[in-house]
């Protein structure tokens, strides 16, 4: 059998407003930050990318991440390339749907990236636990702006890091013990309990660390806001970066 370009790990209702979504996991990415992970796609099932963001209906894959496309965000996610190239294929049945004894070896020592593109907790938990648990990954990222959510899955931080964008975030997000992935503007400064995202400080590609694994890695990590939309950040946040908190 040919090796497919991806597959469909879930097709179903958003956890976060019951709308219907997909999950693709695709096998090969030329993304120079994270190398070359597996990554994966929620998308709205039923419009293409471009559309739900243009309507408000990305809600249903990005919940309450206050970056959305739809908010004017500064979300670095160009979603005219990748994600409408996945949602094409997807709608062209270009993906076979996930079956462990055909595509399990294809995730065999691979390291995955949850939500290239939407919010992982969008998605039921048991659908990444059970592809996790059961495929032999070597590691994997994640990280989820859903944890204030009122349908969050508290479970899903043993996978993803919560996502901050303030300090004072950060440490509210941790005493829910959630491990946190904060950006800041570049003249603020880092909290005691962080370091420093080794793409920036190192430059390593997220394959070679997975620091951002969720529960089990012992540090928070903070980098410097980025990407062509980095300005729109700067603009909603950067007084509340520099606002002194403590523990």
């Known amino acids: 059998m040919k090796k497919p370009l991806g597959v469909i790990l879930y097709d179903g209702s958003s956890v976060l407003?019951?709308?219907?979504?997909?999950?693709i996991a695709t096998f090969n990415s030329k993304n120079v930050k994270t190398g070359n992970m597996l990554q994966t796609w929620i998308l709205k099932s039923d419009v293409s990318p471009m559309e739900a963001s243009s309507t408000?209906?990305?809600?249903?894959?990005?919940?309450s991440c206050p970056h959305r496309h739809s908010l004017s965000g500064s979300c670095y996610v160009d979603l005219s390339r990748a994600p409408t190239m996945v949602y094409k294929a997807y709608k062209n049945n270009t993906y076979p749907t996930y079956d462990s004894?055909?595509?399990?070896?294809y995730f065999k020592n691979r390291k995955l990236r949850l939500g290239a593109y939407g919010d992982p907790a969008a998605v039921p938990f048991t659908v990444w636990d059970d592809l996790i648990s059961n495929t032999e990954l070597a590691g994997h990222t994640g990280y989820t702006h859903q944890i204030r959510h009122t349908k969050f899955d508290i479970r899903i931080l043993r996978y993803c890091m919560a996502s901050a964008?303030?300090?004072?975030?950060?440490?509210?997000?941790?005493?829910?013990?959630a491990r946190t992935f904060r950006v800041k503007t570049t003249d603020a400064p880092m909290l005691p309990n962080e370091i420093e995202c080794l793409s920036d400080s190192k430059n390593l590609e997220c394959l070679d660390c997975l620091l951002c694994s969720g529960?089990?890695?012992?540090?928070?990590?903070?980098?410097?806001?980025?990407?062509?939309?980095?300005?729109?950040?700067?603009?909603?946040?950067?007084?509340?970066?520099l606002i002194a908190v403590s523990n």
């Open 165 to 177: 964008d303030t300090p004072k975030q950060a440490l509210a997000h941790q005493k829910l013990g």
């Open 17 to 23: 407003d019951g709308e219907p979504i997909t999950v």
């Open 215 to 241: 529960s089990k890695a012992p540090k928070n990590i903070v980098i410097n806001v980025h990407g062509s939309k980095a300005s729109r950040y700067t603009q909603k946040f950067s007084k509340a970066n």
């Open 56 to 63: 408000g209906q990305d809600y249903s894959i990005c919940g």
């Open 101 to 105: 004894s055909l595509h399990s070896k």
